[in-house]
């Protein structure tokens, strides 16, 4: 429906959620908790993180999450590993991490290479520890609404929809994308009893994908394939999360890349109630999340 002052723009209010100024928030939440903590004479809590090889990718996620402890006034490790280090070597590794009771949570880097088999070193990680949600353990646990690390994006996402009020109780959301980090976990959290949306799962296989979306309250984009969610896929008044942080070369930046979505923000936006940008939406909160996590993790109550 168009707006009836305003011919070209639509009639629902638009609003850009900001995932930039809601992580820091949360930011500042935890800071003063981990002050406090100090105050009492605790210890900081210890957040480590293992990089094998030298990903241009990953080296960048890990300085965030390095930089992003320091601000919260956590302790931060990196354990660095050659790219050909042996599977052998990092399961050792991370047995002595599981072992060290100065490191409250830790993470493995991903993706591996290709020689080391990644659900051997997910299942080798202490489900205690396991501050990315990836371990079988709290992926179960959360299928079953038990207290479990829950992967950051998806963390994230729920809790952006939180902070904003946005309705989910019988809402019909639709997810794209099925992986293990993003897609899957949040189709369980959104039809949690706490959240109450009709989800529909969509993926490469789906029949009528335009047909799909277009009927979806929430437009969850997570397939990793920039601008693919275009303006006829989306119902007015629909709020959209896009996961997508596709790198794409550019000029215009000093790292000589720049992220896109996997939504055509221009001609979508105008049609949504709620959506989220990128960069400065969903990135920002699965960084704060890891935080969150870390903070469960001392507490023990996972
Ligand atoms: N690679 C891309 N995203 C992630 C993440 O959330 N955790 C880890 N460990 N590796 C990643």
Redesign the pocket.
């Known amino acids: 429906m168009r707006h009836p002052t305003c011919p070209g723009a639509y009639l629902y209010c638009m609003e850009i959620i900001n995932g930039n100024s809601t992580a820091k928030i949360i930011k500042d939440e935890i800071a003063q908790e981990v002050q406090s903590m100090i105050r009492s004479r605790l210890r900081q809590p210890h957040l480590a ?1 293992i990089l094998v090889g030298s990903d241009g ?2 080296e960048t ?1 890990v300085a965030y999450k390095i930089k992003d402890c320091k601000e919260v006034g956590f302790r931060s490790t990196l354990v660095r590993l050659d790219e050909d280090v042996t599977e052998t070597s990092l399961l050792e590794k991370i047995g002595e991490l599981n072992q060290d009771p100065d490191v409250d949570g830790f ?5 591996l290479p290709d020689h080391i088999n990644e659900q051997n070193v997910i299942t080798a990680i202490d489900p205690c520890k396991d501050v ?1 949600g ?1 371990h079988p353990v709290n992926v179960g646990k959360t299928v079953i609404g038990l207290p479990s690390f829950i ?3 998806p963390y994230g996402i729920i809790e952006l929809l939180k902070r904003y009020n946005i309705e989910t109780s019988g809402k019909n959301c639709v997810i794209v994308g099925r992986s293990n ?1 993003v897609g899957r976990p949040l189709s369980i959290l959104m039809s949690q009893k706490s959240i109450n949306a009709t989800v529909t799962v969509a993926h490469s296989r789906t029949k009528d994908l335009k047909k799909v979306c277009s009927e979806a309250d929430i437009l969850i984009a997570a397939l990793g394939s920039p601008e693919f969610i275009k303006a006829d896929m989306v119902k007015e008044g629909a709020v959209v999360i896009d996961v997508g942080t596709t790198r794409v070369p550019s000029t215009e930046t000093k790292s000589g890349f720049r992220l896109k979505g996997d939504v055509k923000f221009d001609e979508v936006a105008p049609k949504c109630s709620y959506i989220t940008p990128v960069p400065g939406g969903v990135g920002p909160m ?1 960084r704060v999340s ?1 935080l969150s996590n870390t903070m469960i993790a001392v507490k023990k109550k996972c």
């Open positions: 993180a990718g990953s996620y993470i493995v880097q991903l993706p990315d990836f992967s950051a994006t980090i699965t890891l």
